[in-house]
């Protein structure tokens, strides 16, 4: 999605001779960003902030209390985020645009908004100079079509989304096509569907049946379906939407594909009288290798698991999958089991599940400062199953921590809560090195060590037009790989300060997408052109970067 406007802004203020601080004045136009028309009956809304934590678990940080605004990835440092207080006020444009408000100095949240445009907002930060505000909204893009059947009869109740391309988790996450906004909407009885509120960019529109068609037996399912009528996800085309671009006429036919039972048996059952504390068992089939929520649902399946442990699941399309049997109920009930599985054109029958207790990892930091240690956190995100919720612990006094409730899977590590000035230098799970992937596929190789160490490097300089001007508010981003690991604005003179970098071996570059890793081409076009260096422990270079 296109990012918010992110300015640094003052609000007037001044010492008076009786040592009081008066009032101050926000003041400023709304305007179509692309006429420049001022707009009539926008609503700007004013929220103070007040500084705050860290919320616990947050993957990406957002520092706010300086100029320029700092993205910082999971295995950075720790920032803070200014969080908004009860104190908010709304007004509405005149006829010309323009708003006005009398405030304290302090700092604020500035936001507008009207129908038929995109948001926009700034933060304005008390003690500058105050110029007038410009908010510029852009006009919404809209995409219209309709799903059709095989016989070119409309279809009811098909769940439409716009995806696009993002790093789930943070920067240094997991890229996946993710859903845009609330632009989520399923066909009325004509098979019509509208989504509107699309900010600029690329989309993948897909489209997924909620409700069975009787007409299809247990061999034939709809599956998820992709413009311009693909059910490949890689043979996809993009809707390109420009601001206030309305795409008529996105008709798609639906695809039925063939399907397949698979029969199994979990063991062993729960113990008898377990039924009266609530335990019972599900099976799921969870798809691998799904890049989009859409495609996940779609072929998702699961089935309860009767008295002798047998079940069943219907109507599986062909694809790659992970098979899933829970026990639920209390701790000392809990059991899981996980089957990779590939599903063709033949049934499959005689899967057998065994289920066993969920892992426990233990785990420490260690670091030459023991003070530091207390509070630090471990996340763990699955990566075979399609979802995003991690399991995560927190370090005692000691730096000692203890992970619950995990299952047979590979894991991605993050960490939350380290100190200014310190880095990840090492993951080590038994001998084995996890730093990028902690594999307890086949259990657990041993203790979890996560080495800290003090000496982050920095980085400053100046991002230039190919006219040599200042490249005012535009993102430096460092990656290592082809993952982002920070990115910062620059401010109005085209400067920028990456702090809190581990050593390492990276790319900078320069872009005035604040989605710029959301597309493939732009994002290798980008890749292609940056800079490389390598930071020392405690290096403060300097680099100079030409905006492409």
Known sequence: MLAPLILFIGVASFQASNGTIPNGTIYGQVIDSTTGAPLLRATVSLQSYAPSALPSGMLSTYDTSASPRVNRSSNGQPGTMRIPDQKSTTFVTDASGHFQAVVTPGSYFVSAERSGYLPSSLTVAAGESTPALTLKLHKQGVITGRILDEDGEPVARVMVQPLRWAMVGGPNGQRSLMPQGESTTATNDLGEFRIFGLAPGKYILSAQPILRDSRMNDRQVYTTLYYPGVTDLASAQPIDITPGLVRPGIDLRLTRVAAVQIQGKVSPLPAPGSERRGVNMMVALQPRNANSPMARAGRQRSAPVNAQGEFTLSQVPSGSYTLIANTFGANQDRRTARLNIEVGNRD?????????????????????????????????????????????????????????????????????????????????????????????????????????????????????????????????????????????????????????????????????????????????????????????????????????
């Open 348 to 548: 499959l029958s005689g899967l057998a599940l065994t289920l066993e207790p969920p892992l426990t990892l233990n785990g420490r930091f260690v670091a030459e400062d023991p003070a530091i240690l207390n509070g630090l956190i471990v996340n763990l995100h699955p990566q075979n199953t399609g979802q995003n919720v991690a399991a995560y612990g927190r370090a005692d006094a000691q730096g000692r921590l203890t992970i619950n409730n995990l299952e047979k899977d590979i894991y991605r590590p993050r960490f939350n809560g380290i100190p200014p000035g310190y880095y990840v230098k090492a993951v080590q799970c038994g001998n084995i090195d996890a730093q990028d992937e902690l594999n307890l596929s086949s259990g657990l190789p041993g203790e979890l060590t996560i080495t800290l160490e003090k000496g982050t490097a920095e980085l400053t300089g100046r991002v230039l037009t190919k006219d040599q001007k200042p490249a005012a508010r535009t993102y430096v981003v460092l990656i290592q790989g082809r993952q982002p690991a920070l990115s910062v604005l620059t401010d109005a003179q085209g400067r920028y300060t990456l702090k809190e970098i581990p050593p390492g071996d990276y790319q900078l570059f320069a872009s005035t997408l604040a989605n710029y890793y959301d597309d493939p081409a732009e994002f290798d076009r980008l890749t292609q052109q940056a800079q490389k260096l390598t930071l020392a422990r405690s290096a403060k270079e300097s680099r100079q970067v030409e905006l492409p």
